[in-house]
């Protein structure tokens, strides 16, 4: 909380909370739409799946034919109660559907059906790292509402198609203050506020499929000034995206103040072939709306013991969960946060410890080697190669000297590739078995010692560094199965 304070105080006294670019602070506020999980639709039984032939979804209801009524999902007023479990949010007891009216070829009713005055879920934060630094992002609300349909321009010449299977779909839209000082921030509370919607299953967070839509609020002003006028750069559908966009925006307004224009609010799109963003239609306020409660739905009422019931079947989250490796593994804070960006990760580094990993060492090689190479992979936890038994099996072996790091790295190369699938089979057939032999050994550090002798010079006039030269030239020289550490002391005790 004192954090959440200080930014605001600071923000109040014009103190900037983030880094200058050319001089300004940037301003980020977002607004998130997050589809919720459910089979059919906020107020009818249409189906909400992907992929179905346009039009074919959309229901008596969604079209508002005359006579219809809308009927509130309950699976869908669930989803909302657990994001403001999971955030730390207000649900509130008695809340009103509104209508937003607004006309777009794809919005069949003339308007949507949202929540203004009263929403469902009041307030929270959002937790997150940025790099090592943790940062924290207040909610202003999340509420309930339905999307409209999709208006088709690709297929047509000369004219636009409707398709209005989205019409009606459940969405809530997540509402932050202004609290992100970068682009860095703002990709990383998106990422973070993703992770919690598919953590607690209310979203599957495809957002190339348009389940999670991000709009991002930009503004820049000099540190002391009041806060610029902003743009919004609407469904934003990429981590990668996001960041191109809101760079390219700060930049263009910087550069628009530069040379003595002014920023006028505008809703803006991202172009992702150009990477620039170019305005689409004047920014509404919520008076353009005309907003008023929604005479077909009576106020949302939520009994506690609804709230106590859907309580008790939330998931571990990952702040919890983070909590937890820190406290019972030792493992950093930074490292916790790592290992809980998704359930999956989760899983697997629990597997892995429960089979006998040392944590530590387990969390190493997860956020280490695994990350590096999923990453270039493009893959997820759940299709690697190397299963979390495997894994246990082989920190093991590093962990009773069976296996120096050279050598593990080659056995997770085997594993990887499909090369083995025993960790111990892998050791035997490629002999990597650690140097027991000391005659050897010793033979080996005679060798180097002699054809290095301007770094032995070096370490006998006092230079560490020139030690470590000589190290890399014995586990070189012994294919890595030397031991490093008895490979030091024995140099120094050759060398003394």
């Known amino acids: ?144 509402e339905e999307d409209a349909g999709k208006s088709l321009h690709e297929d047509f010449v000369g004219q636009s198609g409707i398709d209005l299977n989205r019409a009606g779909t459940p969405l809530l839209e997540i509402v932050t203050e202004p609290d992100m000082r970068s682009t860095a921030e703002a990709v990383a509370y998106a990422k973070e506020l993703h992770k919690i919607v598919t953590w607690i299953s209310i979203c599957d967070g495809n957002m190339q499929e348009g389940s999670f839509r991000c709009d991002a609020n930009v503004s820049v002003r000099r540190p002391g000034e009041k806060l610029g006028t902003r743009r919004e750069i609407k469904n934003l559908n990429s981590f990668k995206h996001m960041q191109q966009a809101i760079d390219y925006e700060i930049r263009w307004q910087i550069d628009e103040i530069e040379d003595g224009r002014k920023i006028e609010q505008a809703t803006v799109l991202f172009n992702e072939g150009t990477g620039e963003t170019r305005a689409m239609r004047a920014k509404e306020d919520s008076a353009d709306y005309r907003y008023f409660p929604d005479p077909d739905l009576p106020p949302l009422v939520i009994a506690s013991d609804w709230i106590e019931r859907v309580k008790a ?60 190479r999923l990453n270039a992979a493009e893959i997820g936890i759940e299709a690697a190669p190397v299963k979390a038994q495997q894994l246990a099996q082989l920190v093991k072996r590093i962990v009773d000297g069976t296996l120096p790091n050279n050598a593990a790295r080659q056995v997770f190369e085997a594993l990887w590739t499909g090369e083995g699938s025993d960790v111990d089979a892998i050791i035997e057939a490629k002999d990597l078995k650690p140097m027991n032999d000391t005659g050897a050994l010793d033979k080996i550090l005679d060798e180097v010692i002699a054809k290095n002798a301007k770094n032995v010079e070096e370490y006998r006039g006092g230079k560490e560094k020139a030690l470590n030269a000589l190290v890399g030239q014995v586990m070189k020289a012994s294919g890595g199965k030397a031991n490093p550490a008895q490979v030091t002391e024995l140099l120094k005790a050759k060398l003394a």
């Open 1 to 144: 909380m004192s954090e959440t304070v200080n930014t605001f105080e600071a923000q109040q006294q014009g103190r900037p909370t983030g880094p200058l670019v050319r001089g300004y602070e940037v301003i980020i506020g977002f607004e998130t739409h997050a589809q919720l999980s459910t089979a059919s639709k906020i107020f009818s039984r249409a189906s909400t799946a992907f992929g179905a032939e346009p039009n074919t979804q959309a229901c008596a209801v969604d079209l508002a034919l005359p006579g219809t009524l809308p009927v509130m999902n309950k699976g869908a007023v669930e989803r909302a109660i657990k994001l403001g479990l999971a955030l730390g949010s207000h649900i509130a007891p008695r809340s009103v559907f509104a209508r937003k009216n607004y006309f777009y070829p794809d919005l069949p009713k003339g308007y949507q059906i949202s929540q203004f005055e009263i929403p469902v879920v009041q307030g929270g934060a959002v937790s997150f790292f940025v790099g090592e630094e943790q940062k924290t992002v207040r909610l202003v609300r999340a509420h309930l």
């Open 313 to 372: 079947a939330m998931p571990e989250l990952p702040r919890a969960m983070a909590e937890r490796y820190v406290r019972d593994h030792g493992l950093s804070e930074y490292d916790a946060a790592q290992l809980t960006q998704s359930a999956a990760l989760a899983g697997y580094f629990d597997e892995a410890v429960n089979a006998g990993a040392t944590p530590k060492l387990a969390s190493n090689w997860i956020t280490g080697e695994m990350a590096r």
